[in-house]
């Protein structure tokens, strides 16, 4: 069994650099504009997979992405030139990590507010129950409660 386990290990660490969808007549034959390429690749959204970036995906969509990627470094462009084309091309959606602007607001800020509203809802409820807990005094039991419980108490040690 251990065995087993080493060797099915070995294949994964082997495999690892196979994981990525980018296939090999895609790779630029400059390793910095390479570089530049999966370091593009990676800030992108498969629009199939939709959570998953263009240099991890095997759809064919990814691909033609990957491709034009390569294609504007190869033909000059800087990173922010690439990125600038496929959102104008495809939308902001196609970023993985969207740009903070007027339209995206809201989406970055709403956590943040929720979270920090949620935590001063917190606070407020608890500061309320401690200054109302404080304020009301327990009532004494009625002689009926009083019975009734010594009953209860009674019932309870005798079934020990």
Known sequence: MRRMMVAFL????????AVHAVQPDEIMSDPA???????????????VCQ???????????????RLLVRERIAAGDSNSQVLDFLVARYG????LKPRFER??????????????????????????RARSGADVP???L???????????????????
């Open 103 to 128: 339209q995206t607001m809201l989406l970055w800020l709403l956590a943040p507010l929720l979270l920090t509203g949620g935590g001063l809802a917190l606070w407020l409820q608890i500061r309320r």
């Open 92 to 95: 902001e959606f196609v970023l």
């Open 51 to 65: 959570n998953q970036s263009i240099d991890d995906s095997d759809a064919p969509l990814a691909r033609d992405l």
């Open 142 to 160: 009625t002689p009926e409660e009083e019975a009734r419980l010594a009953a209860l108490m009674s019932d309870e040690a005798t079934s020990r």
């Open 138 to 140: 327990a009532a004494p």
């Open 33 to 47: 504009k390479e570089s530049r390429a999966r370091d593009l690749s990676r800030e992108l959204r498969c629009m």
């Open 10 to 17: 070995a294949l994964m660490l082997l495999a690892w650099p």
